[in-house]
């Protein structure tokens, strides 16, 4: 008899959760809620991979490079949201990160579950779009997704630098990437729904290196978000607040300089801090790279002389 196969961590049974069918509502929900507490404390343990991760990316984007999420099912939809919600919050091109999911835009909305098993179309949708100078995080609970390997394998032989994010240890993508992180979820509540706590995982991750690297990119002044971009009502208004805080002004004073820098939260800013017209703080921006704080800072360079 031949080798008993072993299942993944993430694919076994709960015995928290062994009676599941026959729990109340109440008793499932508090169930729930007690398995995700322990998620956070997973992700906590990985903090010095996810943070390496985050430098070697962040330094390939400094240089001018990209962001590649890649993954199938849950996970490559959970990379599309992370990418999608990048240039509304963040105020940057639709380009700077960016998803692939096995199977297309139509995986997004429904399942094509056999798409995963295609190591060849995982090389050939990095093949059309990565470079050298781009990274890429590769997103597989199992870390053995043959779509996800293949994506991976041919980054790095195009020579871009490469993640992974799994819920496994010791797996396949976590070998080939460069930069592993496996955060170590357990069994889920419903033996084999990843959508879960591994779910739960990534995206939790997924938020850490975005953000961090926007940060890190002067998208962020203080902690606001001072390159929101300001695409419907709810977006003024926060802008308008944005700009409140940042300068101690009052709010029409907020309103009126957030219309005349076109919602742009950065330039109404600067034009209050500083008492200069718009087309200066746009100077000043473009020679610090849309990074804020740098912004600010030649600013303040210049009137201190």
């Given at each position: 008899m031949g080798e008993a196969v072993k299942s993944p961590i993430t694919e076994q049974s709960n015995q928290n959760s062994a009676m599941l069918d026959q729990l109340?509502?109440?008793?499932?929900?508090?169930?729930?809620?007690?398995?995700d507490h322990t998620v956070a404390q997973s992700v906590h343990r990985e903090l010095p991979f996810i943070?390496?991760?985050?430098?070697?990316?962040?330094?390939?984007?400094q240089g001018g490079g990209r962001l590649f999420y890649i993954g199938a099912g849950t996970s490559g939809r959970l990379g599309t949201l992370d990418a999608s919600e990048c240039p509304p919050t963040f105020g940057v091109n639709s380009e700077l990160v960016n998803a692939i999911i096995a199977g297309g835009p139509e995986a997004l909305v429904q399942a094509i579950e056999?798409?995963?098993?295609?190591?060849?179309?995982?090389?050939?949708?990095?093949?059309?779009?990565?470079?050298?100078?781009?990274?890429?995080?590769?997103?597989?609970?199992?870390?053995?997704?043959?779509?996800?390997?293949?994506a991976i394998e041919e980054a790095k032989r195009i020579g871009a630098v490469t993640a992974a994010i799994a819920c496994?240890?010791?797996?396949p993508l976590g070998a080939l990437a460069d930069y592993?992180?496996?955060?170590?979820v357990g069994p889920e509540v419903i033996s084999g729904s990843t959508r879960l706590k591994a779910g739960t995982s990534q995206k939790m991750v997924l938020n850490m290196i975005s953000s961090a690297i926007m940060i890190r990119l002067g998208k962020v002044y203080g902690n606001l978000m001072v390159n929101v971009q300001a695409s419907n009502e709810k977006l003024r208004r926060r802008v308008v607040r944005i700009v409140m805080e940042?300068?101690?002004?009052?709010?029409?004073t907020a309103r009126?300089?957030?219309?005349?820098?076109?919602?742009?939260?950065?330039?109404?800013?600067?034009?209050?801090?500083?008492?200069?017209?718009?087309?200066?703080?746009?100077?000043?921006?473009?020679?610090?790279?849309a990074h804020f704080?740098?912004?600010?800072?030649?600013?303040?360079?210049?009137?201190?002389?």
């Open positions: 109340s509502v109440g008793e499932i929900v508090r169930l729930m809620n007690k398995e943070e390496r991760a985050i430098e070697a990316i962040l330094e390939r984007m056999n798409a995963e098993d295609d190591a060849e179309a995982g090389k050939r949708d990095i093949a059309e779009r990565v470079t050298a100078k781009d990274a890429v995080v590769g997103l597989a609970t199992s870390g053995t997704t043959p779509y996800v390997l293949g496994n240890q010791g797996t592993p992180i496996e955060i170590l940042a300068t101690g002004a009052d709010e029409a009126l300089y957030s219309e005349q820098a076109g919602g742009d939260a950065r330039i109404a800013i600067l034009m209050l801090k500083f008492g200069l017209p718009r087309e200066d703080v746009e100077a000043a921006l473009q020679r610090a790279n704080r740098r912004a600010m800072d030649l600013l303040e360079g210049v009137q201190g002389r």
